[in-house]
C-alpha cells in the first residue's frame, strides 16, 4: 500500500530514482493559479485587525469601545480594545471555516482539488459582499460565516493541490507558494487599510469589500486549473491523470511515479471511512503530527494573535492609529520576505532545522517582549517612543523567524504525509484543528491581553519551548521524500515504529 501501508511491498515502493521531472511552463502556471487560495486566508487576516482599530467602523457598531478609546483613562493601556464582541467579529470566520472544512473534505475526495477551490471561492465573494455592505452587528458576522465557509474549502485544498502537483525534490519550495501568497495578502490588505482609513466614514467598506477581489481570481483560476493527476486517479480517470502527470512532469517517463500513485489509490479505494481509518493505530503518526500537533501549534505560537491585532496592539503601545497601521504593515512585509527566505530554505536545510531553529529564537523574543512590558508599560504609563521602536523591531523578528518556519511548515508537512486514503480528510482534520485555535487565540487574545498583561507574551514563549521539543522528539525530516513514500520514515523513527510495525504483526487491515 503506498502512504499509509502497513501491507505494501517496501521494495516496490521505494521508486523515488525513478521519477523524472523537468519544470515546464505548464507546471508553473498550474501551481501559481493554484497558490492564489492563499491569498483569501491571508487578505482577511490582514484587514480585519486594521478594520476594528478605524474609528469610523468602531463609532458605527462598537460606540463604547470608541468611547473609551479616546478617554485618557487611568485603567490599564492593555484593556482598550477588551469586548468579546468584537473579538467575535474575527473568530465566527474561524468557526465557520473548521466546520465548513469536513464538506471540503467530501467535495476534495469526490470531485477533486478543483471542486473545492470552486466553491471556497463563490462562497468567499459572498462574504465581501455582505460584510460591505453591513447595516449591524448580524450582517457583519453572516459576512463573516461566508467568509469563513470558502477559507475553510480554500485551506482544505490548495496545500493539497500544490503537494500533490510538485516533484518530491522541490515539494516543499512549492508547497510554500501558499504562504507566500498568504504573506501577500495580508501585507496588501495593510496598505489598503492605511489607504482606506484616510476615506471617511465608509472607508472600512472599502476594505472588507475588497475582499472580491482575491476571491474572483481564484474562481477564475479554479475553471481554467487542471485537476492533480493523485485526484484524477483516485477517481478513476487513468488517462486523464496519466496526459496531466506527463504535461506537468515535462516528460514522458512518468511509469514509476504512475505506479506509486495507481497503488496508492487501489488502497485508498479499499478505505470506505477515511476518518474512522484516520484514527487507526498505524496512522498514529500522521494524526499526533500532522493532525493535530503542527497545525495547533502553529496558532500557539502567538504569530496570528500579532497579526489579527497588530494596529489595535500598536495603539495600545502608545502609537497613533496611522503609526500603528504603519507599524503593522512593517511586519507584514517582513513576514513576506521571511516566505520568501522558506521557500529557498525547507528543500535545503529541511523541515526539522528551521522548526528548531526558529523556535529557539522566537522564545528569546517573547521573553524579552514580555519583560520589557512587565517593567516599562501598563498603568496608565506612557511607553517611550524609543522603546516602542525596539518592540517593533523585535517583533518583525518573531515575524521573520516565524514566517520561514512555524508559518509554512505548519501546511507544508500535514499535506506530504498523510496517505492517499486519509489525505483528504487528514487535510480537513488539519484546517479545522488550525481554525480551532485561531478561532480561539483570536477570541481570548484582547481580554487576555487585558488580565495577563505582558504575561501573555511570557505564557506564548512556554508554548513555544514546548512546540520545539515536540518537533525534536518525534518529526522526522520529509525533504526530498516522494509523498506517497512518506509513510517508510515512520517505521524507522524511534517511536512511531512501534505503532506501524505492531500493526503489520497483527496484519492489520486497511479497510479498518
Not at 216 to 230: D, Y
Not at 233 to 244: D, F, M, R
Not at 300 to 306: A, D, P, Q, R, V
Request: hydrophobic fraction near 50%; glycine fraction near 10%.
Amino acid at each position: 500500500m503506498a502512504g499509509g501501508g502497513v501491507l505494501a511491498d517496501e521494495g516496490a515502493l521505494k521508486r523515488a530514482h525513478l521519477y523524472e521531472h523537468r519544470i515546464t511552463g505548464y507546471f508553473i502556471f498550474a501551481c501559481i493559479v493554484g497558490s492564489m487560495g492563499g491569498s483569501l486566508f491571508g487578505y482577511d487576516l490582514g484587514v480585519s485587525g486594521g478594520v476594528t482599530s478605524m474609528d469610523d467602523f468602531l463609532i458605527e457598531f462598537f460606540p463604547g469601545i470608541y468611547k473609551r478609546k479616546q478617554k485618557h483613562l487611568n485603567e490599564t493601556d492593555y484593556c482598550k480594545y477588551d469586548n468579546q464582541i468584537l473579538t467575535l467579529f474575527t473568530s465566527s470566520l474561524y468557526f465557520a471555516g473548521l466546520i465548513s472544512t469536513f464538506g471540503a473534505s467530501y467535495v476534495t475526495r469526490i470531485y477533486g482539488r478543483r471542486g473545492s477551490i470552486l466553491v471556497g471561492s463563490i462562497s468567499f465573494f459572498l462574504g465581501g459582499v455582505v460584510n460591505a455592505a453591513a447595516k449591524n452587528i448580524y450582517m457583519l458576522i453572516l459576512g463573516r460565516i461566508f467568509l469563513g465557509i470558502g477559507i475553510g474549502f480554500g485551506n482544505q485544498a490548495v496545500p493539497l493541490y500544490l503537494s500533490e502537483m510538485a516533484p518530491a525534490k522541490i515539494r516543499g519550495l512549492v508547497n510554500q507558494l501558499f504562504q507566500l501568497t498568504t504573506c501577500i495578502g495580508i501585507l496588501v490588505a495593510n496598505l489598503i487599510n492605511y489607504k482606506t482609513e484616510q476615506i471617511h466614514p465608509w472607508g472600512w467598506r472599502l476594505s472588507l469589500g475588497l475582499a472580491v477581489v482575491p476571491a474572483t481570481l481564484m474562481f477564475l483560476g479554479g475553471l481554467v486549473l487542471p485537476e492533480t493527476p493523485n485526484s484524477l486517479v483516485e477517481q478513476g480517470k487513468l488517462e486523464e491523470a496519466k496526459a496531466v502527470l506527463i504535461k506537468v512532469r515535462g516528460t514522458d517517463k512518468i511509469e514509476a511515479e504512475f505506479e506509486d500513485l495507481v497503488e496508492a489509490s487501489e488502497a485508498a479505494r479499499a478505505v470506505k471511512n477515511p476518518f474512522r481509518n484516520l484514527f487507526a493505530r498505524r496512522n498514529r503518526p500522521q494524526l499526533v503530527i500532522g493532525a493535530i500537533g503542527l497545525p495547533a501549534f502553529q496558532q500557539l505560537t502567538g504569530m496570528n494573535s500579532i497579526l489579527f491585532y497588530a494596529p489595535v496592539m500598536f495603539q495600545s503601545l502608545g502609537f497613533g492609529g496611522s503609526a500603528s497601521l504603519i507599524s503593522s504593515t512593517i511586519t507584514n512585509a517582513a513576514l513576506v520576505v521571511a516566505a520568501i527566505m522558506s521557500m529557498y530554505s525547507a528543500d535545503k536545510f529541511g523541515r526539522r532545522f528551521l522548526l528548531l531553529e526558529a523556535s529557539v529564537e522566537m522564545f528569546c523574543y517573547m521573553v524579552v517582549v514580555g519583560v520589557t512590558l512587565a517593567l516599562k508599560f501598563g498603568e496608565g504609563k506612557e511607553l517611550p517612543k524609543a522603546l516602542g521602536l525596539i518592540l517593533v523591531v523585535l517583533i518583525c523578528l518573531f515575524v521573520l523567524a516565524y514566517g520561514r518556519s512555524w508559518g509554512p511548515m505548519g501546511w507544508l508537512v500535514p499535506s506530504e504525509i498523510f496517505p492517499l486514503e486519509t489525505r483528504s480528510a487528514g487535510q480537513s482534520v488539519v484546517v479545522c484543528v488550525n481554525l480551532f485555535f485561531t478561532a480561539l487565540i483570536a477570541q481570548c487574545f484582547l481580554v487576555s491581553l487585558c488580565h495577563l498583561k505582558y504575561g501573555i507574551f511570557l505564557l506564548f514563549a512556554g508554548l513555544i519551548l514546548g512546540m520545539g521539543s515536540f518537533v525534536y522528539f518525534l518529526l522526522p525530516e520529509t525533504k526530498q521524500v516522494p509523498i506517497e513514500e512518506v509513510y517508510l520514515l515512520w517505521r524507522k523513527h524511534w517511536l512511531w515504529k512501534k505503532y506501524v510495525q505492531d500493526c503489520n504483526e497483527r496484519g492489520q487491515s486497511v479497510n479498518e
